[in-house]
């Protein structure tokens, strides 16, 4: 699996760092999906599970993101729904 996603044309990642500062994000190209407490780690999931979210990014890049956000859900101690 490709650990790299590629940047989207629609997202400026300044934006990302400039609403939530310097945490880690699922996305770290384009700063989405910050996963760097336990309610970022959950609205993360309800996100990238949204179908028009996920269509942005090819499988891989889906699967990626969705890895890193489930490690960061047993990091904050947070049980999300399965697939």
Do not use: C, L
């Not at 996963?35 to 949204?50: E, P």
């Not at 979210?53 to 489930?70: C, F, G, L, Q, W």
Request: net charge negative; aromatic share 8%.
């Amino acid at each position: 699996m490709s650990k790299q996603i590629h940047h989207r044309d629609d997202v400026n990642p300044d934006e990302g760092e400039r609403k939530y500062g310097d945490v880690e994000f699922a996305d770290p190209v384009n700063n989405k999906y910050p996963i760097d407490s336990a309610a970022h780690v959950r609205a993360a999931w309800s996100y990238i599970n949204k179908d028009a979210n996920a269509a942005k990014y090819n499988k891989t890049e889906v699967d990626r993101i969705k890895e890193r956000i489930k490690k960061a859900a047993r990091r904050h101690d947070v049980e999300i729904e399965s697939e």
